[in-house]
């Protein structure tokens, strides 16, 4: 899959191209130790985000099942939570083989012999794909030491968490849970449990057995195809672009390669990270798409959409739809996050209905600044972001705004007076 090309080549949906590409050769010449070491040595982090290193977690888990005498659970997160992303369905479709020897050698490495495919029960194509990959991989030989559940949910963007998610692989109502202890510490049916997304396992098949995912378009001295991010990418046309871009490739450049227009006179924003990612100015787009990077400019890897904000957009207005649908995906648990996130759309709602007092702005710091403070889940730690970065870098939209005028006199008033501020925080 080289960086910039749409919708990601197809590599193999045969299982018999798969293996004569070297397809699960992995299997019978890698150790667990062995994936481990190469795992860690390749310094592979997290695709679902929050950019964890995954031997790290690996680590975390075999050390608990060690002390708790018991068995290791695997789960394959591969639930779009953004509805823009397209990742986890696009990698069920296009790589279900490759996958799948990722899963494997995940499961060697951390001692596991169960595993859960978690997925969008709404991605019936991106299903069929990995269970139609699944019995033939069986059938013919391979994946025979692991036992592999699939599940299908729909709880929303809260879905993709993953507390919300072992509590719906439980039979339990999707809300969040405390942490500590981390899955990795005490999971599944009490005992420790692996979670990576489904990019992860498809990268640690990259890593161990490049061979099977192979692409003679990239060029050579190209960055290693485990540096790489599967990227959804909109532009002002709406439509998706799948793309794979080497992490620390600056932004501008990878809409540069994806053939997607950036012009101050057309585009307003940036959107890094989905619903809950930071909007960047003009001066920010050439930021480089990395962990650090992002978090600097306070946007994250998240859901790996970025999306452009048209021209002539309320910065004001978009932070306040953001967080009225954020306000609705919360799964309500815990006060901060199901009060907070309410509390600053009302107020950002009262700003572009322009009955907004001189109060209200540094109510909304406070509350932004109190959700990710006081939230159980990365839900609520990253709720704040959208509206913090619109403030941040269009602050004329916002005092224009709490001077009873839209800058581009597009708002539409959503309220006609002033909530009581007393007893919010």
């Known amino acids: 899959m080289p960086e910039g090309t749409q919708n990601a080549a197809i590599l193999s949906r045969n299982i018999q191209d798969y293996v004569n590409k ?32 995954t031997a790290d977690k690996w680590d975390t888990a075999i050390l608990s099942a060690e002390r708790r005498d018991g068995p290791t659970y695997l789960v394959c997160n591969a639930y779009d939570a953004d509805p823009l992303a397209m990742a986890a369905a696009n990698l069920m479709i296009r790589e279900p083989f490759a996958v799948l020897e990722g899963i494997a050698l995940t499961a060697r490495a951390v001692g596991a012999k169960e595993v859960y495919f978690y997925f969008k029960a709404t991605n019936r194509s991106g299903y069929d794909a990995i269970l139609k990959a699944f019995n033939e991989s069986q059938s013919s030989g391979y994946l025979n030491d692991i036992s592999v559940h699939f599940v299908g949910a729909d709880a ?6 993953e507390s919300v998610m072992l509590e719906i692989l439980r039979g339990r109502r999707a809300m969040a849970a405390q942490r500590p202890p981390y899955p990795a510490q005490i999971g599944l049916y009490e005992y420790p449990t692996v979670i990576d997304n489904i990019e992860t396992l498809y990268t640690v098949t ?34 998706p672009v799948i793309v794979e871009a080497a992490f620390g490739s600056p932004i501008s450049q990878i809409f540069e ?4 227009a950036l012009n101050q006179n057309t585009v307003r924003a ?20 990395d962990y650090e990077s992002l978090a600097a400019v306070n946007c994250i890897v998240g859901s790996g959409v970025i999306e452009v904000i048209p021209a002539q957009t309320c910065m004001v207005e978009w932070a306040r739809k953001r967080m009225e649908y954020l306000a609705k995906e ?32 540094a109510t909304l710091t406070d509350l932004l600044t109190y959700i990710p403070r006081g939230s159980l889940c990365g839900f609520g730690w990253n709720a704040s972001r959208a509206a913090q970065t619109a403030q941040a870098a ?14 581009f006199h597009t708002c539409a008033p959503q309220r006609s007076h002033r909530y009581a501020t007393k007893g919010v925080l």
């Open 22 to 53: 070297g397809g699960f050769r992995s299997l019978a010449n890698e150790t667990a130790q062995a994936v481990r070491d190469k795992v860690r040595a390749a310094k592979l982090r997290g695709r679902g985000g929050s950019g964890k290193y």
């Open 156 to 161: 929303g963007f809260m879905g993709g968490e």
């Open 206 to 239: 990259r890593i161990i057995n490049p061979a099977a995912t192979s692409d003679d378009k990239k060029s050579s001295g190209s960055a290693a195809p485990y540096t790489y991010k599967l990227l959804t990418l909109y532009g002002l046309d709406g439509k």
């Open 257 to 260: 390669k994806s053939n997607i």
């Open 270 to 289: 940036i959107v890094v990270g989905g619903p809950e990612g930071g909007a960047l100015g003009p001066a920010a787009w050439n930021t480089p798409y």
């Open 330 to 361: 919360s799964c309500g648990k815990c006060v901060p996050c199901r009060v907070g996130v309410k509390r600053a759309a009302t107020v950002l709602a009262t700003m572009t209905s322009n009955v907004a007092s001189d109060e209200d702005m």
């Open 394 to 407: 269009f602050p004329d939209d916002f005092s224009q705004h709490m001077k009873g005028e839209c800058p």
